[in-house]
């Protein structure tokens, strides 16, 4: 008796995000999804997957007959990181004497840093005429290495100036 060969019609490739997210939520949950597969390959690109985020993958056969069990899951996979989409945002610069000025900011969503959040970097320099210009020197930069951190002061600025500040997350990338 010739067992008739079944074909699977098409592959549900299951993901999830994180290590300990139940299977069964959906991306708008955060929590993994089902790509259907447009035929029956055996090889499948996942793509538009988040920076730096643990994926999981399991694989079902699909055709006539119904559904086959759930694959072994797979081996947890971390996407590469990529340089942050969020920035700080400054809430309160004020002078705290004649040659300080404090900045007060708050961090940005945590979705957003894409990589390690390793702190701040702040970067000042005088405002001169020719302070745009591609190569102006004198850029003076403070590194803070707590993302915690909101708050900092920065000191021994020259009396009378005006400068330009900027405030950027650190992270492995920047």
């Given amino acids: 008796m010739k067992i008739p060969e079944i074909k699977f019609n098409y592959l549900d490739s299951s993901f999830r995000v994180g290590e ?10 955060g929590g ?3 790509i259907e ?3 029956n390959a055996t090889v499948f690109k996942a793509s538009d997957l988040r920076p730096f985020t643990t994926y999981s993958f399991r694989v079902t056969a699909v055709n006539a007959m119904g559904r ?4 072994k899951d797979s081996y947890y996979m971390l996407t590469l ?5 969020g920035k700080p945002i400054i809430t309160a610069a004020h002078n705290t ?3 300080s000025i404090q900045l007060t900011w708050r961090p940005p969503a945590q979705d957003t840093i894409h990589g390690e959040f390793l702190g701040y970097r702040v970067a000042y320099k005088p405002r001169t005429p020719d302070a745009d210009r591609p190569g102006a020197d004198g850029v003076m930069e403070s590194l803070i290495k707590d993302p915690a951190v909101t708050r900092h002061t920065i000191q021994k600025l020259d009396i ?4 330009l500040v900027s405030l950027q997350v650190k992270t492995i990338l920047v």
Avoid: A, I, K, L
């Fill in 32 to 34: 993994g999804g089902v």
């Fill in 20 to 29: 300990d997210t139940p299977w069964d939520q959906h991306e708008t949950g």
């Fill in 81 to 85: 990181r990529e340089v942050p989409s």
């Fill in 68 to 71: 086959s069990r759930h694959s």
């Fill in 97 to 99: 004497s004649s040659t």
């Fill in 160 to 163: 009378f100036t005006q400068y």
């Fill in 37 to 39: 597969t447009p035929d």
